[in-house]
């Protein structure tokens, strides 16, 4: 066998996945992939290609999502879930530092985190623009976040190709998909009977070198382009992004953020599966003596009244003001900090909000609000 | 309250008194006041951080006030509670109360919404032997109260924290976020999204761990409402996919069906329904 090289499209069969995940068990990685769990399919440990959810696919509205059998035995069929990797990259809940009375005095430490590195196999293209948000905010700025860099350095990514989009899928819109373009050490495309296999790194390179692979025929990379295009049409839903964040930061007063409110429960859940949410807030937890301190770090949501709280109270104390803080910080205040959009596309907020908000929706409206009292503003000029 | 602003609790130097806890009872099951019974690997802890002065449920050694910190568990339904609460006030630097009755009227506060006089009738012999109110209330309607810890029954842990933090002098650390964030923190997959399971989670205060949607059932709101709940915005979902109010009122009427954000909601689906009814009678 030829030795794979970065440009190359090899192929293996759908057998191939065991002896993948096999390698890396072997290679000391923990990996993580899609597996049905409580009527769904989220990411968890897996140890094989037997806990991958075969023939399986996921239909998602705005506040629905249900699983279906497909009529083929795909691995990959079905898109993302109300998981993302954030929960493994940027732990729900960690210990930062720790404090001990020890004989009248203090001893402080950092918490080592005796961890395997991860494996994630399945990243699709949305995703890998979230853990670029991710990586923007926790590794590039003037603090890095420890914990995130120790977990994101040390994991080996898998893309898997979207070949079908959801109902609430806009990566299109947002310039993140549907096709895994760069980002991952190896990239997957599912067909009937194998995968197509892409390297997008050097350890990618040197992982695929352990591999049974053989090279790709033209009938195979048509039936790749074929099944990725099928994803790409199958997106209908859009969000205009041109002039957006201006937008938005002219619409601070709009009287949709009142309409929005009455639907919204700041119940926290789009935060908490948006793949670039990065809130948190540490507190320091002792035991009953007072003699064991954790400062422990928790997810935390723009949501939450008390997540504004400061010296003479709650700075946003009603729920269109979260809603619109969440908003306008996702679409337009990201830029000005991070230098994108915190929104990749992936649709999770309209899925798993409970009322079925939709922030497409929310955006249109404004925008067309907006648009109105231009025109009623400039019908006045007139006269 | 003892320890004002020394946190040190564990150090004997400058150490404040421990504070005096009394726990009294009013219209309850008695199942929060056994949490701190339960409490069974931090008991000694507890009991050496604190003096339990009067505590009937676990000891005949009842001694007299004032008392530091009074935790009060259960509503007021008699006319003597109405009295009685006045005492314990009166004795207590703090008032604590623990538990859905204390705070929001408990389950008895059903009968807010039915007849006293019949429910009476129907259960005793002799009703007239009976002194008891046609309400249930909560304790803050009848007292200022200091802290409010929620949940039926309260969450042990989070009665551990309260009584940390007062004993050393700080703020009890109860988030005041909504269950489902806890479904989050857990993993647990969103039963009303992914099942169409009616969940109250949305709308209730965080506290159990989000233990219903965990095994697969709604949330029955135990901890009652979240902080600015949108209890409103909650019903008009459900009854836009469905949910019809045989299935929302009970739901909303249950453990803290007094709680004010959940009363008004309930009402104005049993308004709704009672409209609706009588529409139909004309036809």
């Known amino acids: 066998m030829n030795q794979p090289a970065t440009s190359d499209v090899w192929y293996f069969p759908k057998d191939g996945l065991t002896e993948l995940i096999r390698v890396l068990q072997e290679d000391g990685f923990d990996v993580i992939g899609p597996t049905v769990d409580q009527g769904a399919i989220v990411y968890a440990s897996i ?5 991958l959810p075969k023939g399986l696919t996921d239909i998602q509205e705005a506040g629905s999502y249900r699983l279906e059998k497909r009529n083929d035995e795909s691995l990959f069929g079905y898109v993302v879930g109300p998981h993302s990797w954030k929960k493994f990259l940027f732990p729900p809940i960690s210990v930062v530092a720790a404090a001990d009375r020890i004989e009248g005095h203090w001893e402080f430490s950092t918490p080592e985190e005796p961890q395997r590195p991860f494996a994630f196999l399945g990243v699709r293209a949305c995703e890998l623009a979230a853990i670029r948000v991710q990586d923007q905010v926790f590794l590039k700025g003037p603090y890095v976040d420890p914990i995130y860099q120790r977990r994101r350095e040390s994991a080996f990514l898998i893309a898997v ?11 299109t819109s947002m310039k993140t998909g549907p096709r895994c373009q760069s980002g991952y050490d190896l990239g997957l495309t599912e067909l009937k009977d194998g995968f197509l296999l892409e390297i997008g790194s ?30 790409a049409d199958q997106i209908h839903r859009t969000l205009e992004t041109d002039g957006l964040p201006n937008l938005l930061k002219q619409n601070l007063r709009s009287s949709h953020w009142d309409d929005v409110g009455r639907r919204c429960l700041s119940c926290t859940n789009c935060t908490m599966v948006c793949p670039t949410c990065f809130c948190s807030s540490v507190t320091e937890v002792a035991d009953l003596n007072g003699d064991h301190i954790n400062r422990e770090r928790r997810w935390d949501s723009c949501f939450n009244p008390e997540f504004s709280y400061m010296h003479s109270g709650i700075a946003r104390d009603s729920i269109p003001s979260r809603y619109r803080q969440w908003m306008t910080h996702k679409l337009s205040s990201w830029h000005d900090q991070f230098g994108t959009s915190g929104c990749v596309g992936c649709g999770r907020c309209i899925t798993w909000c409970p009322t079925g908000i939709d922030l497409t929706v929310e955006v249109l409206a404004i925008r067309e609000a907006a648009a109105t009292v ?3 503003d400039r019908g006045t000029n007139h006269e | 309250m003892s320890g004002k602003g020394d946190t040190s609790m564990a150090s004997n130097a400058g150490r404040p008194k421990k504070p005096r806890v009394a726990v009294f009872k009013f219209a309850s099951c008695d199942g929060c006041q056994l949490s701190l019974l339960d409490c069974e690997d931090e008991l000694l802890s507890v009991a050496s951080a604190i003096e339990i002065a009067y505590f009937p449920e676990a000891s005949s050694d009842m001694r007299e006030g004032p008392y530091d910190v009074s935790l009060v568990e259960g509503s007021i339904t008699t006319p003597h509670d109405v009295e009685r609460i006045q005492f314990v006030r009166q004795q207590s630097a703090v008032v604590v109360t623990i538990g859905a009755c204390a705070t929001a009227g408990g389950i008895q506060s059903l009968r807010n919404w039915g007849n006293h006089e ?3 009738k129907c259960v005793y012999a002799s009703p007239e032997y009976i002194s008891s109110l046609a309400t249930s209330t909560p304790i803050s309607a009848h007292i200022p109260v200091d802290f409010e810890l929620r949940g039926c029954p309260i969450n042990r842990h989070q009665l551990l924290e309260v009584i940390i933090a007062l004993a050393a002098g700080r703020k009890p650390r109860i988030p005041n976020h909504s269950v489902c964030l806890d479904c989050k923190i857990r993993g647990t997959v969103c039963v009303e999204v992914a099942q169409g399971i009616p969940c109250l989670g949305p709308v209730t205060h965080s506290g ?9 059932r709604g949330c029955y709101g135990c901890f009652g409402p979240v902080m600015q709940a949108n209890c409103d915005g909650l019903v008009d979902h459900y009854q836009s996919v469905g949910h019809t109010s045989e299935v929302l009122l009970p739901l909303l009427r249950n453990f803290n069906a007094a709680a004010p954000q959940f009363a008004a909601v309930s009402d104005r689906l049993s308004s709704a329904d009672a409209r609706e009814s009588e529409g139909s009678q004309h036809v």
């Open chain 1, 47 to 51: 140890q094989s290609a037997e806990d």
């Open chain 1, 161 to 171: 190709n979207c070949t079908q989009a959801a109902s609430t899928c806009f990566c």
């Open chain 1, 202 to 231: 050097e350890r990618g390179q040197q992982l695929s070198r352990s591999l049974s692979l053989r090279p790709t025929t033209a009938a195979e990379m048509a039936e790749g382009d074929l099944r990725r295009q099928q994803a």
């Open chain 1, 374 to 376: 231009e025109s009623v």
């Open chain 2, 118 to 120: 019949e429910f009476l």
């Open chain 2, 208 to 216: 159990c761990g989000a233990i219903c949607p965990d095994f697969n």
